[in-house]
């Protein structure tokens, strides 16, 4: 006799063998004991969970000459043809490649004969979402009147690509995952019978790697027995499924909550020479830092030994919550970028590099501290203290307006477009050491903040006729100088300095030596901040 894979050998013969469902097989086997049992169900839930096996063991429970409290007896002649198939009576058929309009057909018409030897003829049709459209309708008439000795039994992981008419006319079980602890008590049981000798450790990982599905964990137990040796524990399983070692995991975690590059690449080398795909590193990097969140929050661990709880118990006590959850996505982000780079050692290296970088990392948080103030003053929750000098003053004709602005006491005719923007036609302008201000003021009640902080202590003078310079006399910091390279704020600057010199204009940034002492992002934030009075601080 061939082999027989332990998920095929372990295979539930009973509803009460079922591990984790029986919500579900209380249910059935009240309704085979009270002797009424529907014409159609519907057996829903992930992969691995019980579905096949729930309806192999109701199709044998419906015809068994011996039931017991509503059990198949598996003894009985109906029960034994069944486990062995030659019982024509129950028809299994697999609908992902039997799922055209004829193989529909043939069951309407074969339910029309009464079955060979068994009460009721059962079909079950697994992965039934995989019917097309014909074949549904096929069998449409069939699910809603069929025979009285006709039983259906339809199983999928999919049930929102079934047609309401189909879903209406079954009764539906949902199944659910399956607790690690329910998979480890099954595996328990197996390895007793199957001579195996497992740690618990071994059982627990198994357990969390399944994600629920018992198939998939009996699937796993086998493979870490290929090798001919019947003994099973932690580091055995990490390794057949090529999860890191823990040592790996946090030591690169490590070195980038301490900045430390060399430490990181080192760590990335070790996995790259191992052999590790990068994608399941980093995914185990995320579950790690996730772990250490939950540790946080929760104060309990799962899947480590003792010395591994201390390490991450010394990183929860040392690492604010925030950054770990901005670690968590920058990972994410990460490793969605690496399944579809070609580079991806490249890539990867250089994203621990990266993520080693404080002042990168610093700019980041400065950038959003700023895009949050932008969206508060934004909102209308923010009232300037500071009134405009030269309030405006509208006075409306057919498609015109005149505006009395306060960029340089100027007085403009503005005309509006139909897009609702306007278009300036006539000005008179002053020189730019006093209407650029009032530039700066309107960039601010415009909430142009981050522009706005960027530009504070700086002076305009015009170099020609077509050309102003913008002086920074304490120098511009390297993100301030990324923020005012970017072209919208190039012709933000460009459009104000032209409507106030009534011509187009070119600007020109004037910084000075780098050596000079530079003005960091935090220092404006915090001067915008005292001069507006705006309700918030700057915390480190």
Same mark, same amino acid.
């Given at each position: ?191 007793? #019978?199957?001579?195996? %000798?497992?740690?618990? +450790?071994?059982?627990?990982? !198994? @357990? &969390?790697?399944? $994600? ?89 661990? #799962?899947?480590?030994? %003792?010395?591994?709880? +201390?390490?991450?118990?010394? !990183? @929860? &006590?040392?690492? $604010? ?220």
């Amino acid at each position: 006799m061939g082999y027989t894979a332990l998920y095929r050998k372990f295979r539930p013969l009973t509803f009460s063998e079922m591990v984790g469902q029986e919500h579900i097989t209380k249910t059935l086997k009240n309704q085979i004991i009270s002797g009424r049992v529907g014409h159609a169900y519907l057996l829903n839930g992930g992969r691995g969970t019980g579905k096949t096996s729930a309806a192999k063991i109701l199709a044998r429970a419906v015809n068994c000459l011996n039931p017991q409290d509503g059990e198949p007896c598996n003894e009985c002649e109906i029960c034994k043809g069944a486990l062995t198939g030659s019982l024509t009576d129950i028809v299994e058929m697999d609908a992902a490649s039997n799922n055209s309009v004829e193989d529909i057909r043939s069951i309407r018409e074969e339910v029309n004969f009464l079955p060979t030897k068994a009460k009721y003829r059962v079909y079950i049709i697994d992965e039934v979402h995989m019917l097309s459209t014909g074949a549904f309708n096929a069998l449409l008439k069939t699910l809603e009147e069929p025979p009285e000795h006709v039983k259906f039994i339809l199983a999928t992981t999919e049930p929102q690509k079934l047609p309401a008419t189909i879903l209406s006319r079954c009764q539906r079980f949902d199944y659910k995952r399956i607790s690690n602890e329910d998979i480890v008590k099954r595996l328990e049981i197996v390895c007793q #019978e199957s001579k195996i %000798e497992v740690t618990k +450790g071994a059982l627990t990982i !198994i @357990a &969390s790697l399944s $994600e629920g599905a018992m198939r998939d964990a009996l699937s796993i137990l086998e493979r870490c027995i290929q090798d001919g040796e019947n003994k099973i524990d932690e580091d055995k399983v990490k390794d057949l499924v090529g999860i890191p070692k823990v040592t790996i995991v946090n030591g690169m975690i490590q070195a980038i909550l301490e900045y430390d590059v060399e430490k990181a690449l080192i760590k990335g080398n070790e996995v790259l020479q191992e052999g590790k795909d990068i994608g399941p590193f980093i995914w185990e990097m995320i579950k790690y830092i996730k772990d250490i969140l939950i540790f946080q929050t929760t104060g309990k661990l #799962e899947l480590y030994s %003792e010395e591994e709880q +201390g390490q991450i118990k010394e !990183i @929860a &006590s040392k690492m $604010e919550k925030n950054r770990l959850v901005n670690l968590v996505y920058q990972l994410s982000e990460l490793e969605s970028d690496i399944k579809s780079s070609t580079q991806k050692t490249i890539l990867f290296q250089a994203g621990m590099i990266k993520l080693c970088n404080q002042q990168a990392e610093n700019h980041k948080t400065i950038e959003d501290r700023i895009e949050k103030i932008e969206k508060y003053i934004k909102s209308g929750n923010y009232l300037p203290q500071e009134k405009m000098s030269n309030p405006i003053q509208t006075t409306t004709r057919r498609n015109e307006k005149v505006v009395n602005t306060p960029i340089g006491g100027m007085k403009n005719i503005v005309k509006e477009s139909q897009t609702g923007k306007n278009i300036q036609t006539k000005n008179f302008s002053k020189n730019a050491e006093e209407y650029w201000p009032q530039i700066m003021n309107d960039l601010k009640q415009n909430g142009r903040i981050v522009l706005y902080t960027n530009l504070m202590g700086t002076k305009a003078k015009e170099l020609n006729d077509m050309t102003v310079g913008i002086e920074f006399p304490n120098g511009i910091t390297s993100f301030g100088k990324t923020v005012l390279e970017k072209q919208e704020n190039i012709r933000e600057i460009t459009n104000l300095i032209s409507i106030a010199c009534g011509k187009e204009m070119q600007i020109k940034y004037l910084a000075q030596t780098p050596e000079q002492q530079l003005i960091t992002k935090e220092e404006n934030l915090q001067n915008f901040a005292n001069e507006s009075n705006i309700p918030f601080q700057i915390i480190e």
